[in-house]
């Protein structure tokens, strides 16, 4: 235990780039508060509303605490309780049937539940490779970027968040930081007052985008137009940095040609904007270096979510924005990070290693692969499905689908959970997992360059143990002998990184453990010099691996598959763009049920703008159905100009069984997949909304 009485140091688990640094309070063995460390650079000593909040989620009195198996019918959620033996030998028998005959049929799910490199994916990992198990594509957030990224920098690298209290043009793009990334409002606060213009660019007016001196709300998925309509004037009025370009970047030539077939009449066309917009953003762009991007992965939940984070990331390319500190572009900074994931997840422990792999299920068509027969493409039907931070009934596109698939009765299901979220309800076994304050952890973060060490604060509560030593008491049920497989969370965490990388100079495993934390040691200005980490060591603008793949090697605009340019048809039927994303007080479906939270935010709602509204008859207040061919929710309108016309906005993710109607949003998003990644494209999805 870290500090039976008094402070305990740990790290905020969530799927959120600010990887806060948090001090517990512990009285008597029971969590009584967590505030943030005043210590740790990147949180200044504060946490969001909803993690200050986190020790009422712990000894929550619905908090899972002993093992349960099934009684009702599937999607019920009646349970009974049982032992840790009988529910350990529950699952080695029916996983090691299933593994003997055909270990393809089982199916891994997991994704961000918590952030940390031990309890997200290293004995779990190990496990299902041992097994032959199917391989999950954890793409249902951030592939796409990750993806845009790696082919024009190299890796998930951009500024130090820092910085961007020196910026004097910043722009927020596709990014709801008071929402979902407040330390980086804080950074932007302080430009601000020192005088740098702040632009949001969203369809949506969110909580931030009010904040800026100007909005841009342009069409959802129209992102990479904008960035090529920005390069054409930065080209037509020669605002680059020829040197920087010459030195640091690949394939200048043909991203002009590209660039010069996007003028501002035809971007403002695309994006549904001004002309002048266009230009007078590019101008205010280009008159300074230290201009910096701020995207988020709100604008890559669209089909051309890969090229437009691609197109974007060329821009402090183009004016040497780069050579400032206080320039350049930040999507993720988790490429920074010397983890080993080989040595955490252990690939080489699947059956036919490195040459013949067990097949990939992508995690955003769970819903089809869950309902699939098998055969000989699909490869053998699913049998067995275990579940471990995520809730996919819930958070997974598509939602009846994937519904539909929990509830067959020939699957076996397990959840491994906190709370009794909407996936538990499916479970046939359902076991209790502890917190962040219960168990040991290590964590890079996407928004920051420190590494962090969580040291249990406090007892597993109840009969919870960690998503390690369940799967390692699985293991050994099923007599597996693998070592691997058997490692202390300790040991599983001092593999974490590459100590000897020289981003960790000075840092090993005991010395961030007794420290809770370190700065990565990369350069402020990290391209001042070019040095991307591609095979050329450039900013590619011209992408080799792409035209290798058959792939436009060039970033450009891809209509989304739901919208009136490529889906006409649709588009008539079904008139209105729906995103649906993070509300302030949740985070993804965590914290949905924690009643002070819930109560903020209130009940499922839909933006929608008055001249939207008027045609359908819709008051505000009106209770409205929303709906497409895969389904329907309903929800509380409140007309609205925040929404753009044509937009609505439901703010997400509700746990289904807590919305009046028993859904959400994703009863209309659909499982089509990004240009690059494979990831989710929740944002890329029409409906149209009547009076309930
Ligand atoms: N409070 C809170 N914080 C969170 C989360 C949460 O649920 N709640 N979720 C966490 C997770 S998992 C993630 S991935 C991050 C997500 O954090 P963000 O990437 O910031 O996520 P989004 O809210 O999806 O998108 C941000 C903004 O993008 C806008 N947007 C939607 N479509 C488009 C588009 O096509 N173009 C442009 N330019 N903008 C668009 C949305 O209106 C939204 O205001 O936040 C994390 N932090
Ligand atoms: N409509 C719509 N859908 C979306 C999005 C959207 O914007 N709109 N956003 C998408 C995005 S960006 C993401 S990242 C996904 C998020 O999807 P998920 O990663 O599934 O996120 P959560 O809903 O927060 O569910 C995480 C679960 O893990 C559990 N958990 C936390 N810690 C632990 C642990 O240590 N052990 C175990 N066993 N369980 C733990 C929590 O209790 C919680 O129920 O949702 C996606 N779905
Ligand atoms: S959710 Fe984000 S902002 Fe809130 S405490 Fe966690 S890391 Fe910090
Ligand atoms: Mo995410």
């Not at 032959?132 to 790696?150: M, V």
């Not at 213009?197 to 129209?222: F, W």
């Not at 509560?461 to 070592?483: D, K, S």
């Not at 991307?532 to 691996?545: I, L, R, V």
């Amino acid at each position: 235990m870290n500090a039976p009485t008094g402070f305990a140091r740990a790290v905020c688990p969530h799927d959120c780039p600010d990887t806060c640094a948090m001090r517990v309070t512990v009285e008597d063995g029971r969590a009584v508060k967590v505030t943030g460390d005043p210590d740790h650079p990147p949180t200044q000593g504060v946490l969001c509303t909803k993690v200050s909040r986190y020790a009422e989620r712990v000894h929550h009195p619905r908090r899972l605490t002993q093992p349960m198996k099934r009684v009702g019918r599937k999607g019920e959620g009646r349970f009974e309780p049982i032992g840790w033996d009988e529910a350990v030998a529950i699952a080695a028998a029916k996983l090691g049937e299933i593994a003997r005959r055909a270990p393809e049929a089982i199916v891994p799910y997991s994704y961000a539940g918590t952030m940390g490199l031990v309890q997200g994916d290293s004995i779990a990992q190990r496990f299902f490779h041992k097994l032959g198990a199917s391989r999950l594509d954890r793409a249902i957030c951030a592939s796409a970027g990750a993806a845009g990224l790696r082919y024009t920098y190299g890796a998930s690298v951009g500024m130090h968040t820092e910085y961007f209290a020196e910026s004097e043009v910043i722009l927020i793009w596709g990014a709801n930081p008071i929402a979902s990334n407040l330390h980086l409002w804080t950074r932007v606060q302080e430009a601000k007052r020192n005088g740098a213009t702040v632009i949001a660019i969203d369809p949506y007016r969110s909580l931030t985008a009010e904040k800026c001196q100007q909005h841009i709300a342009l069409k959802p998925g129209t992102d990479a137009a904008l960035a090529l309509g920005i390069m054409h004037v930065l080209i037509v009025e020669d605002r680059l940095d020829h040197a920087y370009i010459a030195a640091h970047t690949q394939g200048f030539d043909g991203l002009k040609a590209r660039a010069l077939t996007y003028t501002p009449a035809r971007v403002a066309a695309i994006c549904g904007i001004d002309e002048q917009t266009v230009v007078d953003l590019a101008r205010l762009y280009a008159s300074t270096r230290k201009s910096a991007i701020r995207m988020n992965y709100g604008m890559q939940r669209v089909r051309g979510g890969g090229n437009a984070v691609r197109a974007i990331a060329c821009l402090p390319a183009l004016t040497g924005a780069w050579r400032e500190r206080s320039g350049g572009a930040l999507l993720s900074s988790s490429g920074w990070s010397p983890a080993d994931v080989n040595a955490l997840q252990r690939p080489d422990l699947m059956p036919g290693w490195p040459s013949k792999l067990p097949r990939v299920i992508n995690m955003n068509q769970i819903g089809d692969a869950l309902t699939h027969e098998g055969d000989a493409a699909f490869g053998p039907k699913i049998e067995a499905i275990v579940v471990y931070n995520s809730n996919p009934v819930a958070v997974a596109p598509d939602s009846a689908k994937v519904a539909a698939g929990f509830a067959r009765d020939d699957l076996f299901t397990i959840v491994l959970e906190q709370f009794q979220t909407d996936t538990a309800d499916y479970a046939d076994l359902l076991l209790p997992a502890t917190t962040q304050l219960e168990h040991l952890d290590i964590h890079k973060s996407y928004g920051h360059t420190h590494v962090m060490v969580n040291l249990p604060a406090i007892a597993p509560v109840g009969g919870a143990l960690p998503n390690t030593e369940i799967f390692r008491r699985i293991a050994r049920g099923m007599q597996l002998t693998e070592p691997a497989l058997f490692e202390s969370d300790d040991e599983v965490a001092s593999r974490a990184f590459r100590w000897d990388d020289p981003a960790l100079e000075g840092v090993d495993w005991p010395t961030l453990k007794a420290q809770g934390w370190a700065k990565l040691k990369i350069a402020d200005a990290p391209f001042a010099n070019g040095g991307f980490p591609t095979t050329t060591g450039k900013c590619e603008f011209y992408s080799d691996a792409l035209a290798k793949s058959g792939l436009d090697p060039l970033p450009d605009y891809l209509p989304p598959y739901e919208s009136a340019d490529h889906a006409p048809e649709l588009a008539a039927r079904y008139p209105l763009a729906m995103i649906s994303p993070p509300a302030r007080n949740f985070l993804n479906t965590t914290f949905v049920n924690v009643e002070s939270l819930r109560a903020t935010e209130g009940e499922p709602h839909l933006d929608l703008h008055p001249s939207d509204a008027a045609d359908r008859g819709v008051a505000d207040g009106d209770e409205v159905r929303v709906f497409n061919d895969r389904g329907s929710l309903r929800a509380r309108a409140r007309v609205t100009e925040r929404a753009r016309e044509g937009l609505v906005v439901g703010l997400s993710i509700w746990w289904k069984k807590l919305a009046p109607d028993g859904r959400n949003a994703n009863q209309v998003t659909s499982q089509a997949l990004t240009d690059l990644g494979g990831s989710a494209t929740f944002y890329d999805c029409l409906v149209e909304v009547e009076r309930a």
